[in-house]
């Protein structure tokens, strides 16, 4: 079953805009992971954000993190056409389990 | 290799007939997963392993599916009597160890076709 639900389900940019995307999830978590996506195949591990954190940055990344909301945004800042892709995010739980559990993803597709 | 690898990168076969699939995990990784991704879908988990051993395999679908890790290296899904259902990306992926906080890091996957 999905953890977690991206909004929106897809967003469509300008070169040089920034692209906001939000994902919710049901169970508390020891981390929450952002992976992107090309044309269905492979997923790229963007970045990590532990339960403790509020907030990380990693390039033209920014990830924050509410627990008591549960939900996180990733924030890409200055996008580019090569950022076009599915962007999931994903949720490893508190039980000890160590499997990632994704939600639907987002669409982004970046004009230039 | 540099990063995990999986074969055949696409298999279509009739409904009824059995599959193999095959996932060649960064070297000295020793957690593997296997994850299926419907079309429009995120990744759902199947099986994870931990060495040889499948530490949790609650994904799986039904009896249908098994997976194996003899060596803990190489690992190989098996789905018996194929539906049109099982049509899907299978994807695999390896971290460094079993700890959650660890980046997986995935495959390019196998899109299996059940005709």
């Known amino acids: 079953s999905q953890q977690g639900e991206e909004d929106p389900q897809a967003l469509s940019i300008q070169e040089g805009e920034n692209a906001t995307m939000n994902c919710s999830y049901k169970?508390?978590?020891?981390?929450l992971q952002w992976y992107r996506q090309n044309s269905g195949r492979g997923l790229v591990h963007l970045i990590l954000?532990?339960?403790?954190?509020r907030e990380k940055h990693s390039g033209r990344l920014r990830v924050t993190l509410d627990t008591s909301k549960k939900s996180s945004s990733l924030l890409i800042t200055a996008s580019r056409a090569a950022d076009t892709a599915s962007y999931f995010c994903?949720?490893?739980?508190?039980?000890?389990?160590?499997?990632?559990?994704f939600g639907s993803g987002t669409r982004l597709q970046v004009q230039p | 290799g540099a990063g995990v690898s999986q074969t055949p990168s696409n298999k279509v076969t009739e409904k009824g007939k059995y599959v193999e699939l095959r996932c060649d995990p960064i070297?000295?990784?020793?957690?593997l997963y296997w994850y299926r991704q419907s079309l429009g879908q995120g990744p759902e988990f199947l099986i994870y392993?931990?060495?040889?051993?499948?530490?949790?395999d609650s994904g799986l679908p039904n009896d249908r599916f098994f997976a194996v890790r003899p060596e803990g290296s190489v690992s190989t899904l098996k789905i018996q009597r194929t539906e049109r259902g099982d049509s899907a990306v299978y994807l695999c992926?390896?971290?460094?160890?079993?700890?959650?906080?660890?980046?997986?890091?995935f495959g390019p996957g196998t899109r299996l076709t059940v005709l």
């Open positions: 992926a390896s971290s460094s160890s079993a700890g959650s906080a660890n980046e997986q890091f």
């Open positions: 169970t508390s978590i020891n981390n």
């Open positions: 954000i532990r339960s403790n954190e």
């Open positions: 994903a949720t490893v739980v508190d039980t000890g389990r160590r499997a990632l559990t």
């Open positions: 070297s000295g990784h020793t957690a």
């Open positions: 392993f931990q060495g040889t051993g499948a530490a949790d």
